[in-house]
């Protein structure tokens, strides 16, 4: 379990490095099992980027507390809202899917989803500068819906209401106002 002196990091998965999966338990088993069991194998395809966030334990292993996955994706120009819709020409939008993010029981409540998350836009952002991409897109599940609206997703009322996207565009706003002196 994290202490109060203990830096967190995060990083992009490494298969060489020396990480500690076992003790993680977001309380969903799925989210377990595919980092403990599917994630280094979809990775190692190519299928998708994994970021853990981790602290050295006192084996001095990195012991995982949090995680996310990038790969890219697309959403349909009908989940949407109305304004982006009518500025973009293609039937598919190309976008930065956001797999899976998870935290930890043991230090869940602390700002780590939020944290993770900001990391996963970020990257998308930076990502955004190499390659065209209009928004970082997940689906949700209903009781997930009030953090990734508090963040500033927009949820897509297209078929079940369960896609969210972030336009990078705002994201690149967003950033630029944190970098203004004041």
Same mark, same amino acid.
């Given at each position: 379990?994290?202490?109060?002196?203990?830096?967190?990091?995060?990083?992009?998965?490494?298969?060489?490095?020396?990480?500690?999966?076992?003790?993680?338990?977001?309380?969903?088993?799925?989210?377990?099992?595919?980092l403990k069991s599917?994630?280094?194998?979809?990775?190692?395809?190519?299928?998708?980027?994994?970021?853990?966030?981790? !602290?050295?334990?006192?084996?001095?292993?990195? *012991?995982?507390?949090?995680? %996310?996955? $990038?790969?890219? @994706?697309?959403?349909?120009?009908?989940?949407?809202?109305?304004?982006?819709?009518?500025?973009?020409?293609?039937?598919?939008?190309?976008?930065?899917?956001?797999?899976?993010?998870?935290?930890?029981?043991?230090?869940?409540?602390?700002?780590?989803?939020k944290f993770l998350?900001?990391?996963?836009?970020?990257?998308?952002?930076?990502?955004?500068?190499?390659?065209?991409? !209009?928004?970082?897109?997940?689906?949700?599940? *209903?009781?997930?819906?009030? %953090?990734? $609206?508090?963040? @500033?997703?927009?949820?897509?009322?297209?078929?079940?209401?369960?896609?969210?996207?972030?336009?990078?565009?705002?994201?690149?706003?967003?950033?630029?106002?944190?970098?203004?002196?004041?």
């Amino acid at each position: 379990m994290v202490g109060k002196n203990q830096q967190v990091s995060v990083e992009r998965y490494d298969a060489e490095s020396d990480y500690d999966f076992e003790p993680f338990d977001c309380g969903i088993e799925h989210l377990n099992q595919f980092l403990k069991s599917r994630m280094h194998k979809e990775a190692d395809k190519g299928l998708l980027v994994p970021y853990l966030c981790f !602290y050295l334990n006192d084996e001095g292993k990195k *012991e995982v507390i949090g995680y %996310f996955t $990038l790969s890219s @994706g697309s959403i349909e120009k009908a989940a949407l809202t109305v304004r982006p819709r009518r500025d973009v020409s293609y039937s598919t939008v190309p976008c930065i899917l956001l797999g899976r993010l998870a935290v930890c029981q043991s230090v869940q409540g602390q700002g780590l989803g939020k944290f993770l998350l900001g990391k996963a836009i970020l990257q998308s952002l930076v990502s955004s500068k190499a390659i065209g991409v !209009y928004a970082i897109a997940l689906r949700a599940e *209903e009781h997930n819906w009030p %953090f990734y $609206l508090q963040a @500033g997703f927009t949820q897509s009322k297209h078929h079940d209401g369960k896609t969210f996207f972030y336009s990078l565009k705002q994201a690149e706003q967003y950033y630029k106002t944190l970098a203004k002196p004041r």
